[in-house]
């Protein structure tokens, strides 16, 4: 078999680099719904949900370069166009949202997508034995079930 100079088996670290860009670009389309609610919301839950989808953005930003910067330590090519990321993600795509429930709602359906990618994902750096990445998705995975139920208690 022939390895990665991480001692990875190069065939299954490829197929892991491009469902991490498939993450990456499905993460880039949630940073810029968590940026559209931020800007567009409206109501009497303003300035709680004003905040919460900063704080949503902020760590989507963070999590962008932690996937980026794992795709290149396995030698691969991080996506970095928006043509590639709208022409990869599967993420609903949410605009002109004011609506706090449809807002929260939109934050469900993006987090929902990107678990399912994260749980691919999961299995496959499982199945290369690459606990650097399986770790990450792990760490990814817990934290947005965790928002997920918040975001549920929210709704009611
Ligand atoms: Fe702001």
Redesign the pocket.
């Known amino acids: 078999m022939s390895t990665t100079i991480l001692g990875l088996d190069k065939q299954k670290t490829e197929n892991l680099v491009n469902e991490l860009n498939t993450l990456l670009a499905n993460f880039q389309v949630y940073y810029q719904n968590a940026r559209g609610l931020?800007?567009n919301i409206k109501g009497k839950n303003f300035f709680e949900l004003?905040m919460k989808f900063?704080e949503f953005y902020t760590d989507a930003q963070e999590k962008v370069d932690l996937i980026a910067e794992r795709i290149l330590t396995l030698q691969g090519t991080p996506l970095h166009t928006f043509e590639d990321y709208t022409s990869v993600s599967r993420v609903p795509v949410g605009k002109n949202i004011s609506n706090d429930v449809e807002a929260v709602k939109l934050i469900i359906g993006s987090l929902s997508e990107l678990l399912k990618i994260e749980r691919t994902i999961l299995d496959l750096s499982d199945e290369a034995e690459d606990e650097g990445t399986n770790s990450m998705m792990s760490d990814f995975i817990a934290e947005q079930e965790k928002t997920l139920w918040m975001m549920n208690a929210w709704l009611g």
């Open positions: 931020h800007w004003h900063e």
